[in-house]
């Protein structure tokens, strides 16, 4: 598998434990007088899509044939429209192991997290990242990424408009969007709306807490240092996992999934 040539959206690179990604040239122009930027949510969508084709021009992609994207659309077939925000799905064959959903409704499964998650966890796991979109997390971190790349000069800035990306400067911005985070407050609303999309259709809420208790393992890996400091502004995972534990048997659908262990062979079915 290779890394990841990009960059992109990520918003959220919640569950991404070494960044291994490409980014191709960047840019590093300063910029001033961004502040007066106004930024919509149409802005939002039309940035991250040019961010999500051009990492999909820049990475390999899983064809339409490989056992990777089959299993992706068995479990999310059914979801091309989840709560009003329309989807489409992509795997990444990459080392990285990250999952994504930008302002625009594309979600990027990573090939390496495919091989460690259970279907279930992966629900419980995209589910996560439609709610930072839903809750508009996803929008704050395309402008601020969008920011951070300076692709316009001060001029420009104070103009108020969102400018045209060149490629180059996508890389730029395509690198800040991975690299920002959201706040554990962000992250724990994304925890309980992927746990109300995994309860509203009647998927085992119990993913969550098993993708969460795997999250915990990670850090304790061989890659900790560069996971620890990923996870740095997310609530502690094992925290996360009794959160799910606790909803769930208030809900009477707690089942005790035993002890929990990172597999020694790839979930690819």
Not at 33 to 49: I, M, P
Not at 70 to 85: A, I, M, Q, T
Not at 150 to 172: F, H, I, K
């Amino acid at each position: 598998m290779k890394k990841i040539i990009t960059s992109i959206f990520i918003v959220a690179a919640v569950f991404s434990v070494n960044a291994q990604i490409n980014l191709g040239k960047i840019t590093k122009a300063a910029s001033k007088g961004v502040e007066a930027l106004s930024f919509s949510n149409a802005d939002a969508q039309k940035l991250a899509k040019e961010g999500v084709d051009w990492m999909d021009k820049n990475n390999k992609v899983a064809g339409a044939k490989d056992p990777y994207t089959v299993r992706l659309n068995k479990l999310f077939g059914k979801h091309k429209n989840e709560d009003g925000l329309p989807l489409n799905y992509k795997v990444y064959l990459v080392t990285d192991i990250n999952a994504f959903a930008c302002a625009d409704g594309s979600v990027r499964v990573f090939s390496s997290l495919m091989d460690i998650m259970t279907d279930d966890e992966l629900l419980a796991i995209i589910g996560h990242e439609i709610g930072h979109v839903k809750n508009e997390d996803s929008k704050d971190a395309v402008k601020n990424a969008y920011l951070r790349a300076a692709a316009m000069e001060a001029a420009t800035a104070s103009s108020g408009t969102v400018q045209t990306l060149n490629d180059s400067q996508l890389g730029e911005f395509a690198n800040s969007f991975l690299d920002s985070k959201h706040s554990k407050k962000q992250e724990s609303q994304a925890d309980d709306y992927s746990y109300d999309f995994m309860k509203k259709h009647g998927y085992n809420v119990v993913g969550a807490y098993t993708a969460f208790k795997k999250l915990a393992l990670l850090g304790g890996s061989a890659k900790a240092t560069s996971f620890q400091k990923m996870m740095s502004s997310h609530p502690d995972s094992e925290k996360r996992a009794n959160s799910v534990k606790k909803r769930a048997e208030k809900d009477g659908i707690w089942k005790d999934p035993g002890e929990v262990s990172l597999p020694t062979a790839k979930l690819t079915k």
